[in-house]
């Protein structure tokens, strides 16, 4: 079954202490991208990754970092998460073709709470 | 730039109810359009889509049409049901954007017996 698998589901977590969101895809696609939504905000893209080794900021990257050393995965990493970053994160992935806009996948999401 | 303008909610009906959620856009470039719709606890789910103006995108009974002169999209469903209460999201794309995604804020719906 294709599919984009996150973990954990939820997590509570404190101020400062690393944490790191897995993000794994099955269907080999190159472009992966990880979003928050927040109330009356929509989703947001944080990050952003074309294809191996290759990554980008999207609208609001501050406080987080991702690498992209497979095709499959792409982990978020926060540093120093603060109270601000409690958010419903979502993992994307799609397919990336010359000239075609694609339809983009998701994850079940990820529940962060940071006290 | 690129931006999606969706009605705010939430909106609650009754079952058997006409469903109209407003969506518009501005876009830089072509864009493709969407409509996800998430369930309770579940990621985002693809409801239709449309690549091109006057298309039609339709499923699972709902529709929506690309209307460039209007820039609009907007969701349409004759009839609603009790499982049809998620939250729906209007999205954009353009292949010059590399694949990243505008989202609307979401519209609530509530569909009552």
């Known amino acids: 079954e294709a599919q984009v698998t996150q973990n954990p589901r939820y997590l509570i977590t404190v101020t400062g202490k690393k944490l790191t969101v897995t993000c794994s895809q099955n269907m080999n696609h190159e472009y992966m991208s990880w979003y928050r939504q927040d109330p009356g905000l929509g989703l947001r893209q944080i990050y952003y990754s074309m294809n191996v080794e290759v990554t980008d900021k999207g609208d609001v990257p501050e406080g987080y970092k991702v690498s992209r050393k497979e095709k499959r995965n792409f982990p978020l990493i926060l540093e120093s998460p603060s109270p601000n970053q409690t958010s419903l994160y979502f993992c994307?992935?799609?397919?990336?073709?010359?000239?075609?806009?694609?339809?983009?996948?998701f994850g079940q999401g990820t529940r962060l709470t940071v006290v | 730039g690129n931006s999606v303008t969706q009605m705010e909610g939430p909106v609650t009906l009754s079952e058997e109810a006409f469903l109209t959620i407003n969506c518009t856009y501005t876009a830089t470039g072509y864009p493709s359009l969407f409509w996800y719709v998430q369930y309770p606890g579940e990621g985002l789910q693809l409801l239709l889509k449309a690549t091109k103006a006057d298309d039609k995108g339709s499923n699972k009974g709902f529709e929506a049409t690309y209307r460039k002169e209007t820039t609009s999209f907007h969701l349409e469903k004759g009839s609603v049901q009790v499982s049809d209460s998620a939250v729906y999201f209007c999205?954009?794309?353009?292949?010059?954007?590399?694949?990243?995604?505008?989202f609307g804020t979401g519209t609530s719906l509530t569909v009552i017996p």
């Open positions: 999205a954009l794309t353009t292949f010059n954007t590399g694949n990243q995604f505008y």
């Open positions: 994307a992935s799609s397919l990336s073709l010359t000239g075609v806009a694609t339809e983009a996948f």
